[in-house]
């Protein structure tokens, strides 16, 4: 069965640093999400990227945060100065086109542990 | 920003028996609805959904219930095994467009033998 894959599955890293997370959607699928999970809180919507675009963002996904898709599988998320609070779990996920009803469900990889030193 | 809320931190059943996880939105936005399964130091596996036109949707063991007008949805399962132990997040969609998940805080569910 199809899924999605993150790497690594673990990273440490110091504060200021730049850290890329890496995601493979599942290939026919072509709505893209990331998402994260700070310990002991619920799991928060970062970004959505739909054709080649962010189609949506929240607040915590500021300027030090970008979306790419360099090449038709792989999906990533650079942090470009790592701060202590952006340690958490970070899960990629996503979906099938959006119609017609039924299409709604997001697939989410394994996650990457990210701490920040 | 509560949108989505799981009001029950944790839940014990026994096995065999049925397990209720609830759930309750405040956004009538919300469309879609779905319940995820997670265990620890993994990602969130889905479960099952339904949209805001039913209010029942079963597969296999799981039933999910729908009260629009409560703003309220339940996860059954039945009958409750020891391999259902792990934590049930729902889910809220606005649909059309960039369809974020909206996740309430979930609930822990063990299945004691």
């Known amino acids: 069965e199809p899924e999605v894959t993150q790497t690594p599955s673990h990273q440490v890293t110091q504060m200021g640093q730049e850290v890329i997370l890496r995601c493979v959607p599942i290939?026919?699928?072509?709505?893209f999400y990331w998402y994260r999970q700070i310990l002991g809180q619920k799991v928060e919507f970062l970004v959505s990227?739909?054709?080649?675009?962010?189609?949506?963002k929240s607040e915590i996904f500021d300027d030090q945060f970008s979306v790419e898709r360099p090449d038709g599988s792989n999906f990533t998320l650079k942090i470009r100065s790592t701060k202590l609070e952006d340690s958490a779990m970070y899960f990629c996920?996503?979906?099938?086109?959006?119609?017609?009803?039924?299409?709604?469900?997001?697939?989410f990889g394994p996650g990457t542990r990210l701490l920040v030193l | 920003d509560q949108q989505v809320k799981q009001n029950s931190p944790s839940l014990s059943v026994q096995e065999g028996r049925i397990s209720i996880l609830n759930c309750d939105y405040t956004?009538?936005?919300?469309?879609?609805f779905l319940w995820y399964k997670k265990y620890p130091a993994e990602g969130p596996t889905f479960l099952i959904s339904?949209?805001?036109?039913?209010d029942k949707n079963e597969d296999g063991r799981f039933t999910v219930f729908l009260n629009k007008s409560a703003k309220h949805l339940s996860l059954h399962i039945v009958p409750s095994q020891p391999g259902d132990s792990a934590v049930y997040f729902c889910?809220?969609?606005?649909?059309?467009?960039?369809?974020?998940?909206?996740f309430g805080t979930g609930t822990q569910l063990k299945v004691e033998l």
């Open positions: 956004n009538s936005m919300f469309d879609y």
């Open positions: 290939s026919n699928h072509l709505y």
């Open positions: 990227f739909y054709n080649n675009e962010i189609s949506e």
């Open positions: 889910a809220a969609i606005v649909t059309g467009g960039g369809n974020k998940l909206t």
């Open positions: 339904i949209s805001s036109i039913k």
């Open positions: 996920a996503s979906k099938t086109s959006g119609r017609p009803w039924g299409q709604e469900t997001q697939y």
